[in-house]
């Protein structure tokens, strides 16, 4: 039987924390200095070993419930206007990682808010990351868009 899962009053907070801490071993295993930040506007700052790019990184995480894994991920213009407030204070390029828990699948995206700006303009009140199955496609073929998702699956409870 397949029920419907009850989230804790907090999971909110610890789907962010979890997706900063998923991004930041995502790229600490492919060799960047990385570390979190408490910052107005980013979350991650991080050095790219190929390229030497230091990257000032906006996490961006949501857990979906079933039926709603396709669901637009929303990312309000304030965010945009912080992220390169704070890329600017530390002279990095400003990154958007979007982390989202579809249930069975935890997908984990990074590019440039240049590039995700291109892709999704923002509108007066937001920008965002959607989801359907077109635009999963779209982003695995995107040279600029790096990504990695897992498979997760619960075998006891």
């Not at 029920?3 to 960047?32: C, N, P, V």
């Not at 050095?47 to 709603?68: A, F, L, Y």
């Not at 002279?91 to 590019?111: E, M, N, Q, S, W």
């Not at 982003?139 to 998702?149: G, P, R, V």
Request: net charge neutral; aromatic share 10%; with cysteine.
């Amino acid at each position: 039987m397949d029920m419907e899962m009850l989230k804790s009053t907090r999971h909110s907070k610890i789907t962010g924390d979890f997706g900063e801490a998923l991004i930041l071993y995502w790229l600490s295993k492919h060799g960047f200095e990385c570390a979190r930040v408490d910052h107005t506007g980013i979350d991650l700052i991080a050095r790219n070993p190929n390229t030497q790019e230091v990257m000032g990184i906006s996490v961006k995480s949501r857990s979906r419930d079933s039926g709603k894994e396709c669901e637009y991920l929303s990312i309000p213009a304030g965010d945009f206007v912080k992220a390169k407030a704070a890329c600017d204070a530390f002279d990095c390029i400003p990154y958007f990682a979007i982390v989202i828990d579809t249930g069975k699948i935890i997908r984990c995206f990074l590019l440039t808010m240049e590039h995700l700006q291109f892709l999704f303009p923002t509108s007066v009140s937001a920008s965002g990351w959607k989801m359907s199955l077109k635009h999963l496609i779209a982003y695995a073929l995107d040279s600029k868009i790096m990504a990695f998702e897992m498979e997760t699956r619960t075998t006891n409870w």
